[in-house]
């Protein structure tokens, strides 16, 4: 059995797509069918997430299409403390919440630090791997680039070959087709004049009516 894939589609020979009708008509076609297909359902199992009580309410908030909650900016525009001062729970969630900020100013001071300390190195030291990964990507792009060009190249070869082949064969099959016409109207009248002979034949036997 041949390996190689046989293709009906050829291109380099085929020009039936540059017509914009053509052309309008297979969108069209692409179109109808990409309307048809459905997406992939979202498994309702959540045993993947089964250690995360977190990773596990997300899930079933992204499958059940609900919105995400928006950001609590309250917590950090309020340090004054609540209206009520006999309200215990509120002094406790006012508490809270500026341990929380507390906590938060911290950090960013202790990010600042560390960013005038080794930001500098740090930047260069991005920037350098960055260089290295775009040199990287740019190399493969033109292997990739040079590796597609030769591909086409000896694509359009081979259909082009192909092509001769075909209008070649193509004639011959127009000739064939011509040649058995030619020999079914040659054999047509030869009938003719085979039934005209038998009837001079049986014209002149001894008795027949003349």
Known sequence: MDSHNHIDSLPYIDHE??????????LGLIQKEMRQMTP??????TAMFKDSEVLRKEYERVRSGKALPEFD?????????PDNEHDEEAW??????????????GIRTENLELL??????TWKLSNYQKEQLLQGIEAATKRYREKGTHINKARKYEQ???GVRLQSLEEQWA????????????????QQEIVGLEQQLAAQKPGSDV
């Open 73 to 81: 900016k309250d917590r950090y525009n309020k340090l004054e403390g």
């Open 92 to 105: 406790k969630q006012a508490a809270d919440n500026a341990a929380s900020q507390l906590e938060h100013q």
């Open 175 to 190: 000739e064939g087709v011509r040649r058995c016409v030619e020999i079914q109207v040659a054999s047509g009248q030869l």
């Open 160 to 162: 082009t070959e192909a």
């Open 116 to 121: 005038q300390n080794f930001g500098a190195n």
């Open 40 to 45: 992939p359902a979202v498994p309702k199992s």
């Open 17 to 26: 797509y540059d017509d914009p009708a053509a052309r309008e008509q297979v």
